[in-house]
């Protein structure tokens, strides 16, 4: 008996497929793996032509490595980095006296090592590098920076600041911004989840009206605002203005992020300290917040980065930051013109692209870090 | 042991280490200290301020300001006052960041779901543009696109003329030819598909799309707009785009309101449509039927009242341009600034947004029945946006505090006029920040409000 629907012989096999691995089978899965993806694969490939051979060219053989302004201004000239070359001391310095740029560099090397030893998770006694850095790196950082004395000729004879700088006021704003918000952060934190009515109070009102208004508008305000409400004599320094702007914005930040890692501890933390007997200012010091700072390190870091972006803006104030010292210079009669512009900028943005991606490499690495206890 | 004696015991705690005490102690020190901060500084700058004859309060809104200001959404002149310029400013502030708000949501969505496309070509290109972007100063991008990319253009004489009506015939040609290229390459790739042979699969395809690229590239580029705009007259110079310039004739309020009965009556269709797929099960189409009135109505009406817009073309005179709409290179660099720049952030939110839908409900949607298409739709979307809209509106929060930044391109928003140009004439600082410092934050506050009321309307409901 024989039913017509009943298969007899088994299936054909299937022919195995052409390429299932190797560069092809790559390319089919990754660039063509139909008729919309091909189309982005041939017209991102067009993309590239058009721009990367042009970008090679600007940037690398046509540039200008050696000479004055009047070769950036023909016609076919590329990048101009010998612009960036004989400017380079001015976009580091200022106008910082040339016998005392090596308090410059002092100060950024001990910046340096402070900083590595904080960020390196494996670093013997990095509560006594934080102490040293919020403490006691300030103080060099006034000596080494503004000077002590009045003789001229002295070894830290005091610069003043409409001297300073470039690179280096950049840095001393986000250091800080840094130095100050951290301490200030951990505390506006505290205060908002405080259970006492007025603290909390000021402390959201504080926030929330920081966090509500531009940089700009902060900047402004340190400017014009602080020196009224100050007697006369006691006027802040140009610089500190817009460094006080920058620390109190900072702060607020820092305080959200702060105020997220307290958040998410457990509440078994804080039972488990009072248990113990514990007050709770060092319930906090000893066990909350070495917990809850470590736990929003990537958020810090990534606070950070915007703090540092930020520092650009001190110069509607009057501050000569690293991007106000290419702005100057590339208005100079001599260099003005010609391609001086965008080599500056691009030099601009490398130098910010290499300290903002390090850092958020760095908050990637951290995050994975304190991940890795716990995954499973 | 009596109520007594415990009322003894506790009472034998110091007031020094009373919680409670510490408490108000701690509240009445902070307290003092602010009072003291606010009465020193009132009383300083009160001192200041008479020392230096600067004047207090708003008398000078109403005084004549005396400068012009290029870009004016509403009647301004010289002879205008500081209040009018604020309102100006304001404007300003509010038309770059909406503009820029609606772009960089597209730009920045469209760069998010390319990071997660299988297309490893259009993945890493979007990850280098996100990552640049983000790792760079705003005001760095907004110097670089004022100052390096649109200053260099030529002065208006030797404008950069948009249309080249020469190309366009030759290039519609070379279009079509695309196109048709491109389709036959397509049906073949169809046709293919269903055959086991891979290799002409791909020759096909690829064959296909590059003669799409082509014509999509030429249509877009001398086919569609800029032969539209040689026949209209569109010019870029170091001043800016210059478009012709639309006004209304009689009959245009009728558009107006076919758009605004085409807005009510998608909006009812949608909502009919609702409820009777809640009752019914059936679907109407939807997108359709919106397209068709919101897009279609007012062009069918438009058309029917005999195109009531007339077009003001810029004309050439010997050294400048006369006429048209005048795009200004500041407001030009800040939205491309903005956009790019934020962009950027929301193409990071989203792909956290979609990756944070976890991989088991596009699977159920799959084991359900579902296509790719509605399950992307139905399932996916919904889920990723409860994710991404918090964040994405402090994105554009942050956009509307960022535009701030005009002031350094000379683009007249509000910091610019009047934390800039104002403040520098009247010297009356504490009002003036003051004043800025609060429209700021009442759009913060207002943006965070309503957040506030959208999370709680689109929370999770667990149990």
């Known amino acids: 008996m024989s039913v017509a629907y009943l298969r007899r012989e088994p299936a054909q096999a299937l022919p195995p497929p052409t390429f299932a691995r190797g560069p092809v089978a790559w390319m089919r899965e990754h660039l063509f793996g139909g008729a919309w993806s091909a189309l982005l694969t041939v017209g991102s490939i067009l993309f590239l032509i058009w721009t990367v051979p042009d970008m090679v060219r600007y940037l690398f053989t046509d540039a200008i490595w050696s000479g004055g302004g009047d070769l950036c201004r023909k016609a076919e000239a590329g990048a101009c980095w010998s612009f960036v070359r004989q400017n380079l001391p001015f976009f580091i310095y200022g106008s910082y006296p040339q016998p005392h740029r090596w308090r410059v560099d002092l100060w950024m090397a001990i910046g340096a090592g402070l900083i590595t030893w904080l960020l390196w998770p494996n670093a013997p006694r990095r509560s006594l590098g934080a102490v040293l850095f919020i403490i006691v790196y300030p103080i060099i950082t006034y000596v080494l920076l503004s000077g002590v004395s009045a003789t001229p000729g002295a070894l830290f004879e005091k610069v003043p600041t409409n001297l300073w700088g470039g690179v280096f006021v950049s840095l001393l704003v986000a250091v800080v911004g840094i130095v100050f918000s951290l301490p200030a952060g951990v505390l506006l934190a505290l205060g908002r989840r405080s259970k006492l009515p007025i603290i909390k109070l000021f402390s959201v009102i504080f926030i929330e009206f920081v966090r509500g208004v531009p940089l700009i508008t902060v900047l402004f305000m340190?400017?014009?605002?602080?020196?009224?409400?100050?007697?006369?004599?006691?006027?802040?320094?140009?610089?500190?203005?817009?460094?006080?702007?920058?620390?109190?914005?900072?702060?607020?930040?820092?305080?959200?992020?702060?105020?997220?890692?307290?958040?998410?501890?457990?509440?078994?933390?804080?039972?488990?300290?009072?248990?113990l007997g514990l007050n709770y200012p060092k319930m906090m010091r000893l066990i909350i917040l070495p917990q809850a700072l470590t736990m929003v390190i990537p958020g810090i870091v990534n606070t950070f980065i915007g703090l540092f972006k930020d520092t650009t803006l001190v110069a509607i104030v009057g501050i000569y930051d690293f991007l106000r010292a290419i702005e100057t210079r590339r208005l100079d009669p001599e260099w003005a013109g010609g391609t001086t512009s965008t080599t500056g900028y691009v030099f601009a943005a490398m130098f910010y692209f290499v300290f903002c991606w390090g850092m958020s490499r760095y908050s990637l690495y951290m995050e994975r870090k304190l991940a890795a206890g716990k995954r499973r | 042991m009596t109520d007594a004696a415990r009322r003894e015991e506790t009472a034998k705690v110091s007031l020094l280490y009373d919680p409670r005490v510490r408490g108000i102690a701690f509240q009445a020190l902070l307290l003092a200290f602010v009072v003291f901060l606010v009465y020193e500084a009132v009383t300083n700058a009160l001192t200041n301020l008479n020392q230096q004859k600067i004047a207090t309060g708003f008398g000078f809104w109403d005084t004549v300001s005396g400068f012009d200001i290029n870009q004016a959404l509403i009647d301004y002149s010289?002879?205008?006052?500081?209040?009018?310029?604020?309102?100006?400013?304001?404007?300003?502030?509010?038309?770059?960041?909406?503009?820029?708000?609606?772009?960089?949501?597209?730009l920045g969505f469209a760069i998010g779901v390319a990071r997660l496309s299988s297309n490893w070509i259009v993945a890493k290109l979007s990850m280098i543009y996100v990552e640049v972007i983000r790792n760079v100063p705003l005001l760095l991008q907004l110097l670089f696109w004022y100052n390096a990319v649109l200053k260099p253009l030529p002065e208006p004489r030797n404008s950069i003329v948009m249309p080249a009506a020469s190309l366009g015939a030759p290039h519609a040609l070379a279009t079509a030819l695309c196109a048709a290229l491109g389709l036959a390459g397509w049906f073949a790739y169809k046709r293919a598909k269903g055959a086991e042979d891979s290799t002409a699969t791909m020759a096909m395809a690829t064959l296909g799309s590059i003669a799409m690229a082509l014509a999509a590239a030429g249509w877009l580029f001398y086919g569609g707009l800029l032969r539209f705009a040689g026949e209209s007259g569109v010019f870029l110079n170091n001043r800016g785009l210059i478009l012709p310039r639309p006004s209304a004739l009689a009959?245009?309020?009728?558009?107006?309101?076919?758009l605004a009965l085409g807005l009510v009556g998608a909006f009812l269709f949608r909502s009919w449509a609702r409820k009777r797929q809640e009752a019914t099960g059936k679907q109407a189409p939807v997108g359709l039927a919106s397209l068709a009135l919101i897009v279609g109505l007012p062009a069918l009406v438009f058309f029917a009242a005999g195109s009531p817009i007339e077009w003001a073309y810029p004309q050439r005179s010997r050294f400048n341009l006369q006429g048209g709409l005048q795009v200004y290179p500041e407001f030009v660099a800040l939205l491309i600034g903005l956009v790019t720049y934020t962009a950027g952030f929301i193409a990071e939110i989203v792909r956290a947004g979609i990756l944070a839908v976890s991989k088991g409900q596009t699977e159920a949607a799959h084991a359900l029945g579902l296509r790719p298409g509605p399950t992307l739709k139905l399932v996916v979307i919904p889920q990723a946006m409860r994710?991404?809209?918090?964040?994405?509106?402090?994105?554009?929060?942050?956009?509307?505090?960022?535009?701030?930044?005009?002031?350094?391109?000379?683009?007249?928003?509000?910091?610019?006029?009047?934390?800039?140009?104002?403040?520098?004439?009247?010297?009356?600082?504490v009002e003036v920040v003051a004043l800025t410092m609060l429209v700021y934050l009442t759009i913060s506050l207002t943006t965070a409000a309503f957040m506030n009321w959208y999370n709680a309307r689109k929370a999770l409901v667990e149990r």
């Open chain 2, 251 to 258: 009959g245009f309020g009728l558009v107006v309101g076919a």
């Open chain 2, 387 to 429: 994710v991404i809209i918090p964040p994405l509106t402090s994105q554009y929060l942050n956009l509307t505090k960022n535009s701030s930044l005009a002031v350094f391109i000379g683009y007249p928003d509000l910091v610019q006029i009047f934390t800039g140009t104002v403040l520098n004439q009247t010297g009356q600082a």
């Open chain 1, 222 to 275: 340190a400017n014009t605002m602080l020196p009224l409400f100050v007697p006369e004599h006691l006027s802040p320094d140009r610089l500190l203005r817009p460094l006080i702007g920058v620390a109190l914005f900072s702060a607020a930040y820092m305080a959200e992020v702060i105020r997220g890692g307290l958040q998410a501890m457990p509440k078994g933390q804080f039972e488990g300290a009072m248990a």
């Open chain 2, 78 to 106: 010289a002879t205008s006052t500081y209040g009018r310029a604020f309102w100006v400013g304001l404007l300003n502030t509010l038309l770059v960041a909406s503009i820029g708000i609606v772009l960089a949501t597209f």
